[in-house]
């Protein structure tokens, strides 16, 4: 069916920046949203960062305003720019879809973020 792959991952230094990308496959939706949860050794996922089809709408995590931002193409593919980054944002990323029904019910597999000092 859906099938959702990140990718763009890696480690960078303290300030420094990364672009993750979210290839979208198979069935599509054309309401709904794309968005971006992490995920901390040992912690909860947690919301990062969110795009509405709808409207075009944005939607970020306090911790992450300012410093990343989101878009999305015609394909529902997402990217997730990454910049300032600090130690707090190492994580295992995952992109999300919510195909219109009030929750994110496709997830790909995750891509490893690790910010060093």
């Known amino acids: 069916q859906v099938q959702l792959v990140e990718s763009g991952g890696g480690l960078v230094q303290a300030g420094g920046s990364l672009r993750l990308s979210c290839a979208v496959s198979?069935?599509?939706?054309?309401?709904?949203?794309m968005g971006w949860f992490r995920q901390a050794p040992g912690k909860e996922r947690e919301f990062v960062a969110a795009?509405?089809?709808?409207?075009?709408?944005t939607y970020y995590a306090d911790s992450v305003k300012g410093r990343f931002t989101i878009s999305g193409d015609n394909a529902k593919n997402t990217v997730l720019q990454m910049n300032s980054l600090i130690p707090e944002d190492t994580a295992v990323y995952y992109c999300?879809?919510?195909?219109?029904?009030?929750?994110?019910?496709?997830w790909g597999q995750g891509t490893q973020v690790i910010v060093s000092s």
């Open positions: 999300a879809g919510d195909p219109g029904l009030g929750r994110f019910d496709y």
């Open positions: 198979g069935r599509t939706f054309s309401s709904g949203a």
């Open positions: 795009i509405s089809w709808s409207g075009g709408t």
